[in-house]
């Protein structure tokens, strides 16, 4: 019998064997990977994670069980997680994901007791040169966008839509003016479900006026009907490399809290503007960016004095 022991399910089995019944064989093997999986995509702890996290770490999960479905559990250990992670060495972001799927999957069966040892504990993230995968625009990028894609088109609205909200692209499709009022807009966020009460700026407010909008949603598409977050992003990326700009609909909030945290915003009002938890470390990052650059400007403008030269040692006569 394939279900453990003194579960409801194996009781079934037990007296269907007994009665010299035929035992289904429901699923995957257990003890197995995938049947680990498939117990932790029915569980409380994973109905109550995000849906677009639910989506990422599914997506690994099946990628998971085609190389490694059918092996037994405690075949993955320590050695494999390093493996997995390490085959993805190249793209730092997904490295870090995979882990992350493997620790909640990990973290949640020692809870549950289907296991005694999570195999990710000490295994550290990989380091990349942007931590979040995703291209920061630079201020040479905003003014080519904004150059190719004049206000009152479709592009430029979603442009400054990310800019100057600090939205992620599921939030920035379902904003709209239902959502507006007195010149501020409220919205609990699809990702972390906080909500973020921000102004609509002079820019935006500018751009909105100019430019065809959906009747709930202020970006629509040629039909006036709302995007999806996906058919968005691949839209937006269109308009993206049709402008020449390496950039995304994620970096370009990356550019609205790269220009706040230097006009001088505090890391409570980061968090406040772009939806993080309080003491989260993206704000820190930013916060920290910034003051680097103040500083470093700041003693460009003020050189040290030059150092006296002396005369060799050699004393005036």
């Given amino acids: 019998m394939a279900e453990p022991y003194g579960t409801e399910a194996f009781w079934r089995d ?14 995957p093997t257990s003890g197995t990977l995938s049947w680990l999986i498939a117990k932790h995509l029915t569980s409380a702890e994973w109905s109550e994670l995000k849906p677009a ?9 099946r990628a998971m069980e085609k190389t490694a479905g059918n092996q037994p559990l405690k075949a993955i250990d320590r ?17 870090n994901n ?3 799927a493997l620790r909640g999957l990990f973290g949640w069966a020692v809870l549950a007791g289907y296991v005694t040892v999570d195999p990710t504990l000490g295994i550290k993230p990989l380091a990349g040169n942007n931590d979040d995968g995703f291209h920061a625009w630079s201020e040479e990028e905003l003014e080519r966008f904004e150059a190719h894609w004049p206000i009152g088109t479709r592009q430029r609205l979603a442009f400054d839509l990310l800019l100057y909200t600090g939205l992620r692209r599921g939030d ?11 010149c501020e807009f409220t919205m609990r966020t ?7 009460i921000a102004p609509i700026l002079p820019p935006l407010a500018a751009s909105i006026a100019a430019t065809r909008t959906g009747d709930l949603t202020f970006l629509a598409t040629e039909r006036g009907m709302p995007f999806g977050k996906e058919s968005f992003g691949n839209w937006f990326g269109k308009a993206c490399r049709t402008a020449k700009c390496p950039g995304s609909a994620h970096g370009l909030r990356k550019a609205g809290a790269r220009r706040a945290a230097e006009g001088g915003a505090s890391e409570a009002q980061l968090n406040a503007l772009f939806g993080w938890a309080d003491g989260s470390r993206e704000s820190a990052t930013y916060t920290r960016t910034a003051n680097r650059a103040k500083l470093a400007r700041e003693a460009r403008r003020n050189p040290a004095p030059p150092a006296k030269v002396r005369d060799g040692g050699r004393k005036a006569k």
């Fill in 79 to 95: 050695r494999a997680v390093l493996a997995g992670r390490d085959r993805r060495r190249d793209r730092p972001y997904a490295a």
């Fill in 98 to 100: 995979f882990l992350k």
């Fill in 172 to 182: 920035a499709v379902r904003l709209g003016r239902p959502h507006v009022r007195d």
């Fill in 53 to 61: 996290t639910r989506k990422q770490r599914h997506g690994f999960y």
């Fill in 14 to 27: 037990y007296r269907a064997a007994l009665e010299g019944k035929p035992v289904a064989s429901n699923g």
């Fill in 190 to 196: 699809e990702k972390t479900g906080m909500v973020v």
